[in-house]
């Protein structure tokens, strides 16, 4: 389904149509459920981001506009920002550490969208960076972890932790805006 | 927290989308984002910025439980099935509508000036690019419109506000709106607040919707209390 797809499927469900928002959700929710699963580890916790992430999509929906970017990168936020709230409750009320084990994020060999240029541009600015930033942002980004976290799993003093992803950030910026 | 810094701001505005934004600092963030469109669309910029990551894990069904779940949670009726079976596609016929030549019912008045009324809401329906294309407000009685210039005008079409109800009821609409100049319309609906999930912009055939329904949803704004 293409963006003007779902854009034709967005302002539908600001109108409170049903129908596309099944639609919608038959289009976007095997992407959104991958992120949450990436980020929460636990198909419970997942179905539970997901499950409010739709409810918020339904209610917010006359919200988006293009400023936001693609629909699916609006509603990848929405799922993405419920995950972090939490994993950040779950940090405040377990030991994390048992979740951190298996902290490889678990990635496609190739991007996975039929329109990858974006990605690719991506894949081009990650691989500019220093192999010690990459990880950290990857750490940040694909498991959701604080910079304490981070600390913690890798052993990487936390001030060299702030830095470097402030720095790879930055690098990433730089690049992808060329 | 100085965030007049650009580089300042950049720093807070990806660590906010990365997730590493934490505690009160992300409070702070966060009401601040609420309060100011520069700090909301540096974080729209990162969003977009990183999003490409997400190209890279592999996509995943959810389980079947969740969409009749998502639906209890919004008080939609559950369907028999679990498996999303919808009835109308929206995409494969909101492109393909043919306009019809109708009848113009003539549903508004020329407005000669600004109506002695208390506004009580206000919406402002923009383009893709952020451009208004018309400013409403809302009394009691009257929903007044004004069309900025920038709207599009054919004799192929008609433009139609509708209001979408917060029961989750069919759009029902609010009369033809202008083209160009300003227009005032008989309020027919309940538009407080509690009532109204958004109202809508729709293209029309000449004359307005022929089904009761909106053809091609447009525009979809909040209408805000004053």
Not at chain 2, 32 to 37: G, V
Not at chain 2, 93 to 117: H, I, N, Q, S
């Amino acid at each position: 389904m293409t963006e003007q797809d779902h854009q034709t499927l967005i302002r539908a469900v600001a109108m409170g149509e049903q129908d596309a928002f099944q639609q919608l959700y038959e289009s976007t929710s095997s992407r959104l459920y991958a992120i949450a699963m990436q980020l929460l580890r636990s198909p419970e916790r997942a179905d539970e981001a997901l499950q409010e992430a739709y409810v918020k999509i339904w209610h917010n929906a006359g919200e988006y506009h293009a400023g936001r970017g693609a629909v699916i990168t609006w509603m990848g936020s929405i799922v993405r920002y419920r995950c972090i709230d939490m994993l950040r409750s779950i940090s405040r009320k377990e030991d994390r550490q048992d979740s951190l084990d298996d902290m490889a994020p678990e990635l496609a060999e190739a991007p996975v969208t039929e329109e990858s240029s974006d990605y690719q541009a991506m894949e081009h600015c990650l691989a500019q960076l220093e192999s010690g930033e990459r990880q950290l942002v990857h750490l940040a980004y694909y498991r959701g972890l604080t910079h304490s976290e981070i600390q913690n799993h890798t052993g990487t003093p936390l001030g060299t932790v702030k830095t470097w992803i402030r720095r790879g950030l930055q690098a990433l910026k730089r690049c992808l805006e060329q | 927290m100085n965030y007049s810094s650009e580089e300042r701001l950049d720093a807070l505005a990806s660590a906010y989308v990365l997730g590493t934004l934490e505690g009160r600092a992300r409070r702070r963030f966060i009401r601040l984002m609420q309060q100011k469109t520069r700090i909301r669309e540096r974080v729209w910029f990162w969003e977009q910025m990183l999003d490409p990551l997400n190209d890279r894990l592999e996509p995943q069904p959810p389980p079947a439980h969740v969409w009749p779940q998502i639906r209890a949670r919004l008080g939609m009726a559950v369907a028999a099935n679990d498996e999303p079976a919808p009835s109308r596609r929206w995409v494969s016929w909101a492109g393909g509508f043919a306009t019809a030549a109708m009848v113009l019912a003539g549903l508004y008045l020329t407005v000669p000036g600004p109506a002695p009324v208390m506004v009580e809401q206000v919406a402002v329906f923009t383009d893709a690019d952020g451009q208004t294309l018309w400013l409403l407000d809302v009394s009691d009685q009257q929903i007044a419109v004004r069309a900025t210039g920038l709207v599009s005008v054919s004799a192929e079409y008609d433009y139609e506000l509708w209001m979408v109800p917060a029961d989750g009821g069919a759009p029902r609409s609010l009369g033809l709106m202008p083209e160009d100049g300003s227009l005032v319309l008989p309020l027919t609906e309940d538009l407080s607040a509690d009532m109204v999930k958004a109202i809508a912009v729709s293209r029309e055939a000449p004359g307005g919707s022929v089904t009761g329904a909106p053809a091609e949803v447009l525009y979809v704004t909040p209408l805000l209390s004053t």
